[in-house]
């Protein structure tokens, strides 16, 4: 399921202690997932999820799979550690993924999530 999802929801702690959720785009890597800042429109470059990281170095990443009919839902959820590491960090995983990153990778920091958590549930 992780697999085929197209994209995932990056959940972070701000600095009051909420959860502050994000869409993504992501690879996983052996035990890894990684998401980037990319060229996609942001309000700013100082980027909350960032700054979340800096200071609380934890993440969650859920995926989701919805259909009309409900014995096809299901989801995952991994928490884990989260780190900030260099642009390009996790290019071809994500060049291979998505096909908008092959015709311009990120640029960006890369999001290095190293699970140590996981829980899903599925319908059938």
Do not use: N
Not at 44 to 57: C, G, V
């Amino acid at each position: 399921m992780v697999d085929q999802a197209p994209r995932a929801v990056l959940t972070t702690i701000d600095d009051d202690g909420r959860p502050h959720a994000v869409p993504v785009c992501f690879a996983v890597s052996g035990s890894h997932i990684f998401t980037a800042i990319d060229h996609k429109p942001k309000t700013t470059t100082s980027l909350a999820r960032l700054r979340h990281i800096e200071a609380r170095p934890f993440a969650t990443v859920l995926v989701d799979r919805y259909d009309d009919d409900w014995s096809k839902l299901g989801w995952v959820m991994v928490r884990g550690r989260a780190r900030i590491d260099h642009p390009g960090a996790a290019g071809s995983e994500l060049e291979a993924r998505y096909r908008q990153y092959r015709e311009r990778p990120p640029e960006g920091p890369v999001i290095v999530i190293e699970p140590q958590r996981i829980s899903w549930w599925l319908a059938q």
